[in-house]
């Protein structure tokens, strides 16, 4: 029970803090990157001193570092210091009615089937009744908390349970790891947090659209999800609507900690602006995700990426505990002039380990797909498994496909398979099915739908459904 | 219901057909048969609209309209089947699905909603029935892996859950053991009506002893050089085609 005064404290703190929050909005940070910019936003989230230390320390080291090279992909580099890292949570523009909507996106969310609710919700409409997502929302909220399951906000996170941001923070992905990976920690605004005590099986997926504190994500987003011992979570990110945004740079960091027994699914759909069809614009999205499995625990990714104009993300999995199991199930569309470097790494470490890669790459237009993955198993990873399944659609003869599979392997007993191929969409399949009635477009989707079938299979039912609309949105009009 | 008059037609720039004339009326069986090379494909792929062939003269009449006009997806949603000699594999894509896919398109593009849920299951069963297959078939991958019977089984099947008007069996008997010969024969002839017609495309006699046709035409280098009743397929069986060459070159 509380009592009346702890609740006037509480109405007060929250009026506190409110006020103070109303107050920074009006500033913007000027563009540029430096120790002062970081403190800036530190003290603007209002963080405790571990937290801006921890920030300084991965500045400091990405100093020393130098943007890598080594991806299949070509871009202009990103010119940091003219990024303006901290801006308060802007208010979308709130429009009178869907009338006032590109008509272009109407009929993409049209084609994509996303309800009226959900079309204004994304298109910042105001709306004068209750959406079901919020009630949903906040039902949902009670549900989780009864389970003891926390999901905020990182920067909720690291107000409200610090010990357990201060233990994982980092642990997977380390600050120094790599160049974007520094950067994210160094200036990260927010992102996801999600931790699931012992022995629960949470009962619903988890989207970061149920996120309680929406506002304030973009650039820099931080990820990090914590399974603890024999748990289950199954986590969805993104979401099939075109996103558009004006940072053209995105460079977020996932970190996933499965302890003994647990079970994480983390599931992805990426459409981020690819860009023009002439490939001017777009956004690049260079992202680091990683898992780490203790005993008996399991991770799978699975990600169905069509959007962004420039992608390099590689979805891994340490497979530290004995008989841990890592899955990655990826399909990756690139059209028109779009880039993308993806694959994973299975860090074989411990007994018995077993892991699994799915690749399904299509490439249409004028676009470059990589599929680039690491197999590695140590030297007391006895009895590691590997099957390894890259495959590459073509479409036209305008795009490239490419595979760099790496296996490093110090242990003798370690079984390791790996499958490829490649394919194009034949004329032949297309008037197949025309000749049965179905028209150019719908049957490109279905033999892209049924090629891309091991990987949407993985994915929640409504997600897949979604998934498979996307795909076919995507390729539209790319071959003929 | 088709009628072709004077179709002259290739493939990067060799001409093929040298000028078809063919009717074909409904409830009518018609057999075209030839030796290789002689243009039986191309007539099949021309019909169908596929997109590889040019067409150099002449026309296609089905049921008043110019067939020509119309892309392949058009043609089949006005009731044009062809049943192909290498029917090809669609990995990931189930037999359901893709005749769900198939029957709902067409109904959309001629204004009808989607076939409900329990008639397609009902029709499903009916023709399986029909054509002797099980239900694993449905689940398999569109013909990965099938067996040459299974692939023109399959074939056969989706042409009785599509019911076309005039249904094209390109070679369909080939790569078929007796068996299956018999089974698809026996789908193929429990289909027919009097108001849809069917072009058996055979090199050999056999198939035509259980599909029996109206109308044998022999084509020879892009031409149909003779025309008859059943009796001209025995006497094509009987005497190979050299007679007909022959007869060409006194002619």
Redesign the interface.
């Known amino acids: 029970m509380k009592t009346e005064e702890s609740y006037l404290e509480e109405v007060t703190a929250s009026e506190y803090k409110y006020g103070f929050y109303t107050n920074i909005e009006s500033d913007k940070v000027p563009p540029g990157l430096n120790e002062e910019v970081i403190r800036i936003i530190s003290a603007k989230k209002n963080e405790p001193e571990w937290m801006l230390e921890w920030r300084l320390d991965a500045f400091r080291k990405f100093q020393k570092m130098t943007e890598p090279k080594w991806p299949n992909v070509t871009y202009p580099e990103p010119d940091l210091q003219a990024i303006s890292y901290y801006a308060a949570p802007k208010k979308k523009k709130e429009l009178e009615s869907l009338d006032e909507v590109d008509p272009e996106l109407l009929k993409t969310f049209e084609k994509l089937g996303i309800s009226l609710d959900e079309q204004k919700r994304l298109t910042g409409v105001a709306m004068d009744v209750v959406v079901d997502s919020v009630s949903v929302a906040t039902t949902f909220k009670a549900k989780l908390r009864e389970l003891g399951i926390i999901f905020c906000s990182i920067s909720e996170a690291i107000q409200e349970h610090p010990e357990l941001v201060k233990k994982y923070l980092g642990t997977v992905v380390p600050k120094s790891d790599n160049y974007y990976a520094a950067l994210n920690s160094a200036v990260f605004t927010d992102g996801s947090f999600c931790y699931i005590p012992k022995g629960v099986r949470c009962p619903m997926e988890l989207s970061t659209y149920f996120r309680i504190n929406e506002a304030g994500t973009g650039q820099f987003e931080r990820t990090l999800v914590i399974a603890d011992e024999a748990s289950y979570v199954s986590y969805l990110e993104g979401c099939t609507a075109p996103m558009r945004d004006e940072n053209q740079l995105h460079a977020a960091v996932v970190e996933l900690v499965a302890l003994d027994d647990a079970e994480i699914k983390y599931s992805t759909v990426q459409n981020w602006y690819p860009g023009d069809k002439e490939g001017k614009g777009g956004v690049y999205n260079f992202v680091t995700k990683r898992g780490l499995c203790e005993r008996n625990a399991k991770i799978s990714w699975t990600q169905v990426e069509t959007g962004s104009a420039v992608t390099w993300k590689y979805p891994s999995c340490i497979l530290k505990g004995e008989n841990s199991v890592g899955e990655f199930y990826s399909v990756a569309v690139t059209n028109n002039y779009q880039q993308a470097d993806t694959g994973t790494k299975m860090i074989h470490l411990g007994k018995n380990t077993k892991s699994t890669i799915i690749s399904k790459g299509i490439c249409a237009g004028k676009s470059n797909g990589s599929y680039r993955g690491l197999v590695k198993i140590g030297p007391r990873a006895e009895n590691a498994r590997n099957f390894s399944q890259c495959d590459s659609l073509l479409m036209g003869d305008g795009c490239g496909s490419h595979t760099f599979p790496y296996i490093e392997t110090q242990n003798k007993s370690a079984k390791i398979e790996h499958e490829a191929t490649t394919s194009k969409i ?4 297309i ?10 477009e ?1 049957a490109i989707a ?2 892209v ?6 990987v949407l299979n993985q994915l929640p039912m409504e997600f897949a459904v979604e998934a498979q609309k996307l795909l076919a949105i995507s390729l539209e009009g790319s071959v003929g | 219901m088709l009628k072709i008059s004077n179709l002259q037609a290739g493939i990067e720039g060799k001409e093929i057909l040298k000028g078809i004339d063919l009717e074909v009326k409904p409830g009518e069986v018609h057999a075209i048969m030839g030796p290789n090379g002689s243009g039986k494909s191309t007539l099949s792929s021309v019909i ?5 062939y040019e067409v150099n003269g002449g026309n296609i009449d089905f049921e008043g309209e110019d067939l020509l006009d119309l ?3 058009e ?3 006005k009731g044009i ?2 049943s ?1 000699q290498y ?2 594999e ?4 189930t037999v359901t ?2 005749i769900k ?3 709902n ?2 109904r959309k ?1 001629k204004g009808e909603e989607a076939m409900p849920a329990n008639e397609m299951l009902k029709k499903m069963r009916e023709k399986m029935s029909l054509l002797e297959i099980d239900n694993a078939f449905l689940s398999r ?2 013909n990965e892996g099938f067996s040459g019977g299974e692939k023109k089984r399959n074939e056969i099947f ?1 042409m009785a859950m ?1 019911e076309p008007k005039l249904a094209i069996l390109d070679e369909t008997d080939s790569g078929l053991d007796i068996d299956a010969l018999r089974i698809v024969a026996n789908g193929v002839n429990k289909l027919k009506s009097k108001n849809n017609a069917v072009i058996v495309i055979t090199h050999y006699q056999r198939l035509l002893d259980y599909i029996v046709p109206d109308f044998v035409h022999v084509l020879y280098k892009g031409r149909i050089v003779k025309s008859g009743d059943k009796t001209l397929a025995h006497e094509l069986e009987a005497k190979g085609y050299d007679w007909i060459k022959e007869e060409r070159v006194e002619g």
């Open positions: 034949g004329e032949d399949q008037f197949y099915c025309q000749q049965r009635g179905i028209g150019e719908e279905l033999i739908n049924g090629y891309c079938k091991d | 169908a609209g596929r997109e590889d892309g392949p997806d043609r089949a949603h089947f062809l192909f029917p090809v669609i990995p990931g894509v699905n893709f896919t198939a029957i398109e067409s593009a991958s569109l989706q599509l």
